[in-house]
């Protein structure tokens, strides 16, 4: 006979049975957290109601987990933008809403239990609809121990990442992995930590797996590699100026400050922060642009289709993170390689490159030095590299001395399209006609500009640049392969206008790979003198300069005829200034100045101090070609043309 006292028993436990059962609700992870989630002060600056609008970025990912079409969630994520509030919502759901047993594996054991200490205990603690359905760890017999917390309908099981037997055994449906990137690289003898913990999912056809780290070093950063499995999205704010859309980074990013040093420590004081719009070049500040909308964009949203959405986040977007303390930390780590490295992965939210014996971005903005004028003493000639892009011309100005010194002068944009006789006034008034001028006030005018005619206005270039022939501007063509010489005698190419040829121009075409070559070798010159470059510390000599610059590196490709081949490195998207310095010092090769006799008239020019105080480099006389030297043909017919 069933008594009362059976009864309750019986309903107790089918209760328990039904809420593991029970369908969720029809919530996605933000809905869920902006209705039951409580952050707790051990955790959070802003303990509280959970509020997505603090951290926008984070509403993507969150819903991404709740999609039925996505089976795999990667997030590369600096510190202080969330990143464990995304990993405790979408957990806290799961417990809440759709529970199912997950392995949740950390780099160490360690790790595991304090993350459960300090992170999960106080969410179940502080959210109520958690608190019931996770028994309290001093209960007895409760399943609810460090590194276990048993719920109806699953066990939240925490974990090192070297613990083969608790990622080998028992199916798993939910599988978390955080700081991917300080994880063993075997769990014993067993493989890939994260192989295997995804092998336990098989059987679920509902699955879900999210991994997140900070990013570390290049190519063999095992988040990175993830990340470019997936839809690769980027959070990305519009400038309030020209409405496009661009991720927040370091290279755009400018600042001035004061420093004191006393004992030989170091103290800084940020005077002003910017941010410039890499597309219209426009200003704008912090607050600004953490107000300003946004978005992730994706840059292969096909990986959709195979359940695989990625997320990249740095610093600069973060509500707990201000630029000035980015900025400061930057500047404390600058001569400390690996406190340089925190700050590019923790702050910048970018992978570190380890370039071997290559000059880096820090170390050449380090030596840049004060110029007394436009033009410091020891420039001789003065060239152009203009590159073309479809809404601008990016120029540097690059002042040339005795055996290959260099001075960069000027690097600038001119905004507008090639096509507009508007942009070329521009650049006729920034480079072309322009007379820079040393302390004394002698000046120099560019002596000659190759202009690439790359890109959807190749007709147009041309066409210019023969109406410039008198100031010795001229296009180019890269040319790519390591078997094409930097200069080579010009070449008469075709103008052709609405499908009719209507004059020719003078065209020189540059192996880029040999003038990179040469671009990377003299930066590797550490000492002033034949072959160093010299850097202003100005602005347009900042970070998005020299990432623009160090953009590119040898890559050896085994199946290549010739093996090995110059590519973008990963997170060097702009290479404009890389290809403005080679324009530039193709165009000194390409010219027959005499340097001695340049200084001498330069001189000359001091001592008789000329109204206009402008000296111009002279062509070199050369001996009279023969006939089977049609190469010396060409450049004696080029240069009469002058």
């Given at each position: 006979m ?44 802003e303990?509280?109601?959970?509020r ?12 991404a ?5 996505v ?9 202080q ?8 919502n979408?957990?806290?759901y ?8 997950i392995?949740?594996?950390?780099p ?8 459960s ?10 959210c ?7 028994a ?8 609810n121990?460090l ?30 992995g ?10 014993g ?34 988040i ?8 690769m ?17 370091w ?8 420093m004191v ?12 922060i ?21 978005r ?17 986040l ?5 509500q707990?993170a201000?630029?000035e ?6 500047l404390?780590a600058i001569?400390?390689?690996r ?11 970018e ?9 880096d971005?820090d ?14 003493d ?17 120029y ?7 055996f ?33 001028r040393?302390?004394?006030?002698v000046g ?16 147009d ?21 390591p078997d ?6 010009p070449?008469?190419q075709?103008?052709v206008v ?8 003078w065209?020189?075409q540059?192996?880029v ?10 930066l590797g ?14 602005d347009?000599?900042g970070?998005a ?5 160090l ?11 010739q ?29 027959p ?5 340049v200084?001498?008239?330069l001189k000359a ?12 480099p002279?062509?070199?006389?050369s ?20």
């Amino acid at each position: 006979m069933t008594t009362e006292h059976d009864a309750v028993r019986l309903n107790t436990a089918i209760t328990k049975a039904l809420v593991g059962m029970k369908p969720p609700e029809d919530l996605t992870v933000t809905e869920w957290a902006e209705e039951k989630r409580r952050l707790s002060s051990e955790s959070s600056a802003e303990p509280g109601p959970w509020r997505t609008s603090r951290t926008p970025y984070l509403r993507e990912p969150m819903n991404a987990f709740t999609d039925p079409r996505v089976r795999r969630i990667v997030m590369v994520a600096a510190s202080q933008v969330g990143k464990s509030e995304f990993l405790n919502n979408a957990i806290g759901y799961i417990i809440d809403e759709d529970p199912g047993s997950i392995l949740f594996v950390h780099p160490t054991t360690i790790d595991a239990k304090e993350y459960s200490k300090l992170r999960i205990a106080p969410m179940i603690r502080d959210c109520p609809t958690l608190k019931r359905k996770v028994a309290p760890a001093k209960s007895r017999e409760s399943g609810n121990t460090l590194l276990q917390k048993t719920y109806p309908g699953g066990i939240l099981t925490m974990c090192g990442s070297t613990e083969a037997h608790a990622l080998a055994s028992k199916p798993i449906r939910y599988v978390f992995g955080d700081e991917r990137d300080r994880w063993a690289s075997s769990a014993g003898n067993e493989g890939d930590p994260w192989e295997l913990a995804m092998a336990r999912q098989i059987t679920f056809y509902n699955a879900k797996a999210v991994e997140v780290s900070t990013p570390t070093v290049k190519n063999v950063s095992a988040i990175e590699a993830s990340y470019y499995e997936g839809t690769m999205e980027r959070w990305k704010s519009k400038c309030p100026h020209c409405g496009e859309y661009h991720e927040i980074k370091w290279e755009s990013i400018r600042y001035e400050h004061e420093m004191v040093e006393v004992n030989g420590k170091k103290t800084y004081t940020i005077t002003q922060i910017w941010y410039i719009c890499p597309d219209c070049g426009c200003v704008s500040d912090e607050l600004t642009m953490k107000r300003q909308p946004a978005r992730w964009v994706a840059e292969n949203p096909t990986a959709y289709d195979h359940g695989v959405r990625s997320f990249w986040l740095n610093a600069f977007v973060s509500q707990w993170a201000s630029w000035e303390s980015i900025i400061l930390k930057y500047l404390n780590a600058i001569g400390d390689t690996r406190k340089l490295q925190v700050v590019y992965n923790t702050c910048f939210g970018e992978l570190w490159e380890d370039r071997g014996d290559l000059e880096d971005e820090d170390s050449l903005m380090a030596r840049r030095e004060e110029y007394t004028a436009e033009l410091p003493d020891g420039v001789l000639v003065l060239t152009a590299g203009v590159d073309t892009q479809d809404n601008r011309m990016e120029y540097e100005i690059l002042g040339h001395g005795h055996f290959g010194e260099t001075w960069g002068i000027e690097k600038g944009i001119v905004m507008g399209r090639p096509d507009d006789d508007a942009t070329w006034t521009k650049l006729d008034e920034m480079v072309f006609n322009r007379v820079f001028r040393f302390a004394d006030g002698v000046g120099l005018h560019v002596s000659m500009s190759f202009v690439d005619e790359g890109g959807h206005f190749t007709q147009d270039v041309r066409l210019q640049c023969r109406s410039r022939i008198g100031k010795k501007v001229f296009c180019i063509k890269g040319m790519s392969g390591p078997d094409r010489p930097f200069t080579a005698p010009p070449k008469k190419q075709k103008i052709v206008v609405r499908q009719r040829a209507i004059g020719t121009c003078w065209q020189y075409q540059l192996g880029v790979d040999a003038g990179k070559q040469i671009i990377m070798d003299n930066l590797g010159v550490q000492t002033k003198g034949p072959k160093y470059c010299h850097f202003p510390r100005r602005d347009d000599y900042g970070p998005a300069y020299f990432t623009g610059l160090l953009s590119e590196h040898l890559v050896y490709k085994a199946d290549r005829r010739q093996p090995w081949v110059w590519e973008k490195i990963p997170g060097h998207e702009r290479n404009e200034a890389l290809d403005c310095r080679n324009y530039a010092l193709a165009a000194f090769k390409a010219l027959p100045a005499d340097l001695d006799e340049v200084g001498r008239r330069l001189k000359a020019a001091r001592g008789e101090r000329p109204t206009e105080g402008v000296a111009t480099p002279v062509a070199a006389k050369s001996a009279r070609p023969s006939k089977r030297q049609k190469a010396g043909d060409v450049l004696r017919k080029y240069y009469d043309d002058w």
